[in-house]
């Protein structure tokens, strides 16, 4: 467990996990696609690719016709969980994702997982990062009425870790991390290793943008989450 209890401590580091931490946004990407192709609906993988971030439900209803026969919405949702388990044993962290939780948690930082990931999913990252002992909590999509771009996933992790929105930052692959935190007054460090362009991630207003976790450890003490460190 980390040393220091989330209570104890003043400010925090949110962190998205799949496609931010773990090397999981493609492997969505494939399970949403196969998914949607035993339902009958031939939806484009880089369509899809572009809403991978959102929860599942608000996905479907994103990508599929309006007029469609919603009924099937569940089976698609449930054929996406199946499909994606079948990768668990693929998953892997990224390239100093495991360190920058460690820098954060040692250096002081209440740390949470602010994921829409289901429950049993979110198990499976977090035994592929084995990162437990630097995280202090980890919130699912079980903890929130809605998914992102809304903000509740992110309100239920600071609850989690009694640190408030005006001292985290979030850090996340997808313009749906970056909207998400920007309707609590978060600033948000975006990661391009999920697939979305640096330019993408600054229009949509994400403060600073890295290549990955370990392009933000090197440069940690210059980021925002460096500034919260100093504070």
Request: with cysteine; charged share 25%; aromatic share 6%.
């Amino acid at each position: 467990m980390p040393r220091h209890h989330a209570g104890d401590l003043r400010k925090g580091v949110l962190f998205d996990v799949d496609g931010t931490l773990i090397d999981s946004a493609y492997l969505h990407t494939l399970a949403w696609w196969q998914a949607f192709r035993q339902a009958g609906f031939d939806v484009p993988m880089a369509r899809i690719h572009r809403h991978v971030g959102m929860g599942g439900a608000r996905l479907v209803d994103s990508l599929l016709p309006e007029g469609r026969d919603k009924s099937l919405d569940t089976e698609i949702l449930a054929a996406h969980a199946g499909i994606f388990g079948t990768f668990w044993p693929a998953l892997r962290p990224l390239d100093g994702a495991r360190d920058l939780l460690a820098q954060c948690s040692e250096g002081g930082l209440a740390v949470a997982l602010a994921s829409s990931a289901r429950d049993a999913d979110l198990q499976a990252l977090r035994a592929s990062l084995a990162a437990d002992s630097f995280i202090h909590a980890a919130t699912s999509a079980n903890d929130a009425e809605r998914s992102k771009p809304e903000p509740d996933i992110l309100i239920a992790a600071l609850a989690a870790i009694g640190v408030e929105a005006s001292d985290a930052v979030y850090v996340g692959d997808a313009v749906w991390d970056v909207y998400a935190a920007a309707r609590l007054g978060i600033p948000t460090i975006g990661v391009t290793c999920g697939g979305t362009s640096e330019a993408e991630l600054r229009e949509a207003g994400a403060v600073e943008v890295y290549s990955g976790p370990r392009e933000l450890l090197d440069r940690l003490r210059d980021s925002a989450i460096g500034k919260l460190l100093a504070g």
